[in-house]
């Protein structure tokens, strides 16, 4: 064991003790999967604690893991970790044209009402070994539990990450998952990541176009709360409803005539059933009863008696309960889906969200059904299937993930729709492993004349898995004992009368059959599809049945005038397909999500190009014209000029001011990015032209500008070939022409990367623990730990190095620690030192403020200049990335003497957001690279100028440009 003397005091060092236990930190889904699976594992001795949230309780004991004693911290999140948002002027629907959203970058962030969530795991991480994923095995579960991955290694990058895998909350499944940790499938998370970035993009696009130009078209009819949505599964939802509806209304009743023929002895009748069913010609009809009639008696031809049976059920996947629950039990699928997460949350059955319907062979299914014996409903007849033996019907389907749904646990306190639920999927069960119904089937064929007929009769032999399952029923027919050549005069023979009738509307049950056919959603979304899509008021429900809205008919019928099969399930589909392959390893990622991207936005322009036909297809739907009378709507064209050199993700591009008094250029990405340009009083107006420039490679556009005073065209003294004067209008590329932006009084560092965004040579270093510890380490020399405070200056923008004000009170890099040959790096630091902070220079003396701009992690003896330069080199290579804060990170090497000397890391230039990040491992996805770039120096100030005409030697007062 490591011993330390810190100021007299032992310290013990616990990172460096062999005997300590392994730590593991569990996240789980949910907050009641936490308690479930900790109180499983800890045979109910786990003590709860509490995190930052407090709807996210911490649990924590001891067990067995990987062979060890160790202790676990167990604790949860509530769904998904991280959302993705669009950044900057594409997040307000009027600030630009919808199309750009295909395009346009997209954060992903915390929402504030998870942040004490992220702060929790972050916090328990710090002293953790090993991280084990416990969300749900499916593809969200994944995804979720690869947020939760990025989130713990932007903490601790090397920490170990296992996946538990469960289908069940009992004690041998979740013990089995601890005793089987594997790792977790990356390529699941990234179909994910491809869905939910197409959603957000595609539902993004075409929801504000259709919303603000129906709204602006239809006031009296879409009111402004209402929200025209698309999804690329909603509205192929919304088609099958409308497609069955438009077969309704299409239909056309026929009248048709066919022929009825019964006999009745001993108080029984056996209807007969024509062998041509139906003609729909009268005359033709009557005349072969006319003949029938002639005749006027019955032959037996044939007899035929065969056994019969009734399928049990297959065994239950999520499809089979929300289409079993809403038709039997007459609650919507989203709410089935809902009581069913909360059964499987308390133990009670297996995993509701699955595709499979076949048990394994592994599965033992007698306990299961042993548990159900004391129920007094089915109790007995789980009886009698443990004296047949479990034998379950099953399927061919099987996501290779989890069991059909089945209960875990005996109950009898539930109550209301929980308790149809919980008793549909155990009578369910019971029937699945128990025996087929049997009966004997009689089918007698008989002929009057020419014309043949056929009666059957049932009788059921055993009941079997009918006396538990009773949402089926199997009815039995009586018939008379019938020979071949028995005759018998018809009680009745005439002409029945009819017609035919339209198909029925769609229900639930049908629609989600629909949508698992054609591939619409997963078994996971079914629900929730349907469910968005009867809040929208797309569709509505009548006797159970499902009718289009009138906005709802009128968007797909302008989809189909414009071609589109945007309404259709094949588009959908083919994602579908395509992210199954992304999870099997078959398909690239980066691949799917541009190819759908394209695929989507040709739509979109088709749509826009043709969008008359949705305001006719809708304006017939509401029985009104399009207002043609309507305020065009005023969508801010973004005009980008170039990258902006600051976050080098978004552009440069012109903004107004809020006062309307003129304009000025700032980032696209505002308020993650705060980089502005303001124009000076001397611009009356910018343009940002679609021509871009010829003599710089890059991508950048040019600008025509109008200055306030016609002489001001005079200050450019050489118009450069890429640039002309046009009408009063000075046309240029402000990144080539420095004159302009001389005259414009545009620093070059505000329109191009100059060098590094990040120095390390230069920038000052803040304070970082890489001891996973809440304390911050104290630096062993005691000249340190005596220092006061560093006072703050009062200037924040110290030119290139602007928000560091923070970073500048903790220390600098130690490169004034060598002596010698030195000197002369020692005296730049303390000029460079004493150009930011003149006020403190002047008050303290030389030693004294050179100990304070020592580090915690510089070393204690001198480092050589060789030392420091492949340190420099090392930090030079490191790609530059952005902090929380969306600015420059800053690069650093740690010198304290320990098991991370000289490594590499970057961190948080001001401190705010506590961004740390190991530089010799592999950036998590969360951070954001950028090009090489940054702030230079900038040259020094010239003699004041004139704010009116720019030149010197005068000032506004007394400019000549007044008198003239």
Known sequence: MLIRILNGVRHFSRSLCSYDKMKYLCVAEKNDAAKTISSILSNGHSNRREGYSQFNKIYEFEMNVRGQNSKIVFTSVSGHLLNREFTGMHRKWLSCNPEELFHAQI????????????????????????????????????????????????????????????????????????????????????AVEVRSELDLRIGA???????????????????????????????????????????????????????????????????????????????????????????????ITNVNQKPKSKWRPQAMDTVELEKTGSRKLRITAKEIMTIAEKLYTQGFISYPRTETNKFSPDLKLRPLVEMQTAHPDWGEFANRVLEWGPNPRNGNKSDQAHPPIHPTKFTNSLAGNEKRVYELIVRHFLACVSRDAVGSETIVNATVGDEEFNATGLVILERNYLDVYIYEKWTGREIHRYEIGNTFVPTVLDLHEGK??????????????????????????????ISTIKDRGYIGEVDRGLVPGILGMGLVEGYKLMNLTLSQPELRAGLEVDLKAICEGRKNPNDVLQEQIEIYKN?????????????????????????????????????????????????????????????????????????????KINVKDVTSLDEKCTNCNNDNHKLK?????????????????????????????????????????????????????????????????????????????????????????NNRNFGTNSNNSNDNRRGWPDNSRSSGSNNNSNNNNQQSFANLFPNFTNNQNNNNSQSQRRNWFNNDGDGSSDDRRRDKDKLNALPNVLCGCNAAA???????????????????????????QWGDVPLPTTVQTMQAGGSGGGNERGPKKCGICRQAGHNRKNCPSINR
Not at 110 to 135: D, F, H
Not at 501 to 509: D, G, H, N, R, Y
Not at 732 to 747: F, G, H, M, N
């Open 107 to 190: 954060l992903k962030y915390c929402p504030e009402r998870y942040e004490k969530i992220k702060q929790t795991i972050e916090r328990e991480v710090r002293t953790s070994n090993g991280l084990i994923i416990w969300t749900d095995c499916d593809r969200e579960g994944e995804n979720i539990g690869y947020e939760i991955i990025e989130v713990c290694r932007a903490i601790k990058p090397g920490i170990q990450v296992y996946r538990a895998k469960f289908s069940d909350m009992t004690a041998p499944s979740l013990r089995r998952a601890m005793t089987n940790l594997a790792a977790p499938d990356e390529r699941i998370s990234q």
């Open 205 to 299: 696009a075409f929801t504000r176009f259709q919303t603000l130009r129906l709204k602006n078209l239809f006031p009296q009819n879409i009111s402004q709360d209402d929200l025209v949505s698309y999804g690329s599964c909603q509205i192929p939802t919304l088609g099958f409803v409308v497609e069955r509806y438009n077969e309704i209304e299409a239909f056309i009743s026929s009248n048709f005539w066919k022929i009825k023929l019964t006999h009745r002895m001993n108080n029984l009748t056996v209807e007969y059933n024509w062998a041509r069913n139906r003609l729909f010609d009268k005359q033709c009809c009557e005349a072969i009863l006319m003949l029938c009639k002639a005749e006027n008696l019955a032959i």
């Open 500 to 529: 035919t009738s339209p198909p029925s509307l769609l229900t639930e049950a049908d629609l989600i059959a629909l949508m698992e056919k054609h591939g619409i959603g997963t078994d996971a979304t079914h629900a929730e599809h």
């Open 603 to 679: 739509c979109y322009q088709t749509i826009t190009r043709e969008v008359a036909h949705l305001d006719r297809a809708v304006g017939n739907r509401f029985g009104v014209q399009p207002d043609n009378n309507a305020q065009p709507l005023r969508i801010t064209s973004i005009h980008k000029i170039c990258k902006c050199p600051k976050c080098q993700t978004e552009s440069i591009i012109i903004r107004r001011k809020k006062d309307n008094t003129g304009s000025f250029l700032s980032c696209q990405g505002y308020p993650t990015c705060k980089h502005a340009i303001w124009l």
């Open 705 to 793: 500008i109008k200055f306030s005073q016609p002489y001001m065209l005079s200050q450019v003294e050489e118009v450069p070939a890429y640039s002309r004067v046009e009408n009063g209008h000075y046309i240029t590329c402000i990144y080539c022409d420095s004159k302009a932006r001389e005259v414009l009084q545009i620093k070059t560092e505000d329109v191009k990367v100059l060098g590094n965004v990040v120095s390390a040579s230069t920038r000052p270093v803040v304070q970082r623990n890489p001891v996973i510890n809440s304390n911050p380490p104290r630096n062993n020399n005691p000249a340190l730990n005596n220092n006061p405070v560093r006072p703050q200056s």
């Open 890 to 916: 800053l690069k650093l090497i740690v010198r304290k003497d320990g098991p991370n000397k000289s490594r590499p890391f970057y961190k948080c230039n001001g401190d705010k957001c506590k961004f740390f």
